[in-house]
């Protein structure tokens, strides 16, 4: 390590005490460099960016590749079987640009509007379930299986289904701690699941969009250069399947817990008509539901504030220290509803910028809006400190949220 780069940081930081609160790690360690090589929880070393300029650039620097055929092997991560691997988490351009070109007029701003009345109804349909208790748990009844309905409205999934494929995301999220395997199952299910639900829609094609991705990849009989292969198909369904869901169950747990702990931030938006934009952009800034970006390996050695990190290395760009760099954002530990500058990357930036960014938006924006509006005298139920986290540096997610209103 050579330039700006501090003394090393412990060799892992990832604790106990982090998955609690990140933040102050995420602080010392921006503090003390922009670069720090550490050890993650399953072995891997990696070169982790910490200040928002050198993150920014990074998430646009082509010279890092998402494409783990250039890693040197310093990367353990988990692997996930070919079908589901071919997707756009793993790919470099001209792959990368022509299945997002494929991908990206799904999530146009037109087709997701349409979605909003689907999402609102939801929303309410969930409330309602809970309204007459007088408390609830706002992930286990509300921030899990809303982003379900959602995308599973999206990919055409039959409602019979979408019970079983809840409890499957949740376990890829935090695999029982007693069943190692359990993880490596549920993909394997998934996988077998999708692959059905492929060829359903092949036979009787609906609204939606996995019917689109299909026909994008069948129309092409002559394997034009736009067609997507068959293992693209399921991966790309899996890609907005689990991220769609994962994030945005995070993002309103997050959200809502933001604000229950800012009273003023809360009574400020629960004043407006609906959650306002701004507010949106706030909570992503705030609590991106990933804090690191996916990994990256440069395809050549690379200087990264002032470091030099050889070729094949993996790199962790973290979004939420990037979120909070006093030399980007003022007063970036407070939560202020009313930011005018929002700049944050939790969505992230460059050619990899999230397709899915205008469902998280809307997600976010229905789903907190429909909870602060139906139960005014919303609270917490226990203090913060007892709140149960999903145990990952890669995640930021509460595994409940009580409440009483």
Not at 52 to 66: E, N, P
Not at 294 to 301: A, G, I, S, V, W
Request: include cysteine.
């Amino acid at each position: 390590m050579t330039g700006q780069a501090a003394a090393a940081p412990p060799s892992s930081p990832f604790d106990a005490a982090f998955v609690a609160d990140p933040y102050p790690t995420y602080a010392a360690l921006r503090e003390a460099g922009p670069v720090h090589q550490v050890t993650l929880p399953d072995g891997s070393a990696v070169w982790l960016v910490t200040r928002y300029a050198d993150v920014r650039a990074a998430l646009a620097d082509q010279r890092l590749s998402l494409d783990k055929a250039n890693s040197d092997g310093s990367w353990r991560g988990f692997s996930l079987p070919p079908a589901l691997d071919a997707n756009l988490l793993n790919m470099d351009p001209p792959n990368h640009t022509r299945i997002r070109r494929l991908i990206a007029q799904a999530f146009g701003p037109q087709r997701i509007a349409g979605l909003r009345p689907r999402v609102e109804a939801a929303a309410q349909e969930l409330l309602d379930r809970v309204a007459a208790h007088g408390h609830a748990d706002l992930v286990a009844d509300f921030a899990g299986p809303l982003p379900v309905t959602v995308i599973s409205d999206l990919l055409g999934v039959p409602e019979a289904d979408r019970a079983a494929l809840r409890g499957w995301t949740d376990v890829m999220l935090s695999p029982p701690a007693d069943d190692p395997r359990a993880g490596a199952r549920v993909i394997m299910r998934l996988q077998e699941f999708l692959v059905a639900l492929i060829a359903d829609k092949r036979r009787q094609p609906g609204d939606d969009l996995l019917s689109a991705m299909i026909a994008a990849r069948d129309t092409e009989a002559d394997g034009g250069t736009d067609r997507l292969s068959e293992d693209e198909l399921t991966s790309l369904a899996f890609l907005v399947l689990f991220a769609g869901y994962e994030n945005s169950v995070h993002l309103i747990g997050t959200g809502l817990l933001a604000l229950l702990r800012h009273p003023e931030q809360l009574d400020a938006v629960r004043a407006a008509p609906e959650l306002p934009a701004g507010a949106v952009e706030e909570l992503l800034r705030y609590e991106p539901p990933a804090p690191v970006a996916f990994r990256r390996f440069p395809l050549t050695d690379v200087t990264i504030g002032g470091v030099h990190i050889p070729a094949g290395a993996a790199i962790l760009v973290n979004v939420a220290a990037a979120n909070r760099d006093p030399l980007r954002f003022d007063q970036p530990e407070l939560l202020d509803v009313n930011r005018s500058d929002s700049g944050h990357l939790t969505l992230g930036h460059g050619i990899h910028y999230c397709v899915g960014a205008p469902l998280a938006r809307l997600e976010l924006q229905v789903a907190i809006g429909a909870v602060i509006r139906r139960f005014p005298k919303l609270t917490l139920a226990v203090d913060p400190a007892d709140l149960s986290w999903r145990p990952s540096f890669r995640t930021r997610g509460l595994r409940s949220l009580p409440v009483t209103f």
